[in-house]
C-alpha cells in the first residue's frame, strides 16, 4: 500500500470517529433547535425562513434572543445588531481556531460560518481541517433539520396550550441553564484560587448580572454580563 493511500485512509477513519464522536451532542441540541423552530411557528414564520433563519444565523442564543424581537414589530437594523453583538463572542474564538480550517476559501468560510460552542468544546487542537469541518457541519447540519422539523410540528400542538398562555421558550431556557451550569461546574475547578476567593468571584458575577437584567432589561444585559463574568474569572484565574 502507498503512503499516500495509507494517508487517505488513515484521514476517512479519522472523519469516521469525529462523526461517532460528534453525533452525542449533535443530537443533545436537536431539542433546543427544534424549540426555535416551533417558537419561530408560532411567530407565523414560514418553512423557507425557519431553514434560512437557522441556515444564515446559526447561533442558539442569538435565535432564541430574536425570535421575540420578530413578534414585537422590531425593526431589521435593531434585530441585526442584536445578531452581531450576540456573535460577536465567537470572533476571538474564530481567530484561535483558524489554524485548523481547510486552505480552500470556500470550505474556509464555510467551516469559519458553522463555528459554534459545541464544536469549539468537541474540537482537539490536533484534529485536521477534514475533521473540524466534519465536526462542524454534523452540529450544523443536525441544528439546521431540527428548526425545520420544529417549524413542522407546530401545527400537531394544540392550540389550547398557547391560549392557556404556556411559554414553549421555557424549555429552551432550562437546557440553555443546564448548559451554562455544566460550562461552570468544568471552569470552576480551573480557577487558581481558594474557595472563598471562588465564591466572591461567582457573587461578583451574579451581582453585576442582576443590575445590568434590571437596566437594561432581559434581551440585553448578557452579554456585558459574560464580558464581566468572563474578565472576573479570567484575573481569578492568572
Known sequence: MSDDTSLAASERKAVRDAFVRTLPTALAIAPVAMLCG????????????????????????????????????????????????INSRYIPVAFSTANRLPSNAVLRASGAHMLGDEAYAVERERDCAAVVVTIRSTIYGVWIFSNVVGALLFSLIPQELFDRGVNLGFPASLVLLALSLGQIKIRLPRICASWQRRTFEIAICVAVAIVLLLFLGKVWFWLPSIAFSTWRIKGASA
Open 38 to 85: 416551533v417558537l419561530a411557528a408560532q411567530h407565523g414564520w414560514e418553512n423557507l425562513e425557519v431553514l434560512l433563519f437557522s441556515a444564515l444565523g446559526f447561533s442558539g442564543s442569538g435565535q432564541l434572543a430574536l425570535l421575540p424581537l420578530a413578534g414585537q414589530d422590531i425593526g431589521v437594523l435593531s434585530m441585526l445588531l442584536m445578531a452581531v453583538s
